[in-house]
């Protein structure tokens, strides 16, 4: 049975900083390529920042600088570090784990940034 379990979410305040975690069962994990998206309340889910199963990293603009996203093949585990959070950056974030035409979501973790 395949899992992932999102975690790490929280309240913080502006300019604070957050890790969410991603733990993958079921799967062979070091040939997925991962990723986080988010989706804020009346918006579409969007992509905030993917790593290759080699690990080459890729961001939407609005993380570039801010969210680093790294991955622990062992761990079967994918980490996104969030700086500098902003209030715009309130959402529920979703892990994603792909392999060509084969893909999974995690539950979700809700994060929310006071002004």
């Known amino acids: 049975q395949v899992q992932l379990v999102d975690s790490g979410g929280g309240l913080v305040q502006a300019g604070g900083s957050l890790r969410l975690s991603c733990a993958a069962s079921?799967?062979?994990?070091?040939?997925?390529?991962m990723g986080w998206y988010r989706q804020a309340p009346g918006s579409q889910r969007e992509l905030v920042a993917t790593?290759?199963?080699?690990?080459?990293?890729s961001y939407a603009d609005s993380a570039k600088g801010r969210f680093t996203i790294s991955r622990e093949n062992a761990k079967k585990t994918v980490y996104l570090q969030m700086n500098s959070l902003k209030p715009e950056d309130t959402a529920v974030y979703y892990c994603?784990?792909?392999?060509?035409?084969?893909?999974?979501w995690g539950q979700g973790t809700q994060v929310t940034v006071s002004s």
């Open positions: 994603n784990a792909a392999w060509k035409e084969v893909e999974f």
């Open positions: 790593i290759t199963s080699d690990g080459s990293t």
């Open positions: 079921g799967i062979t994990f070091i040939i997925y390529n």
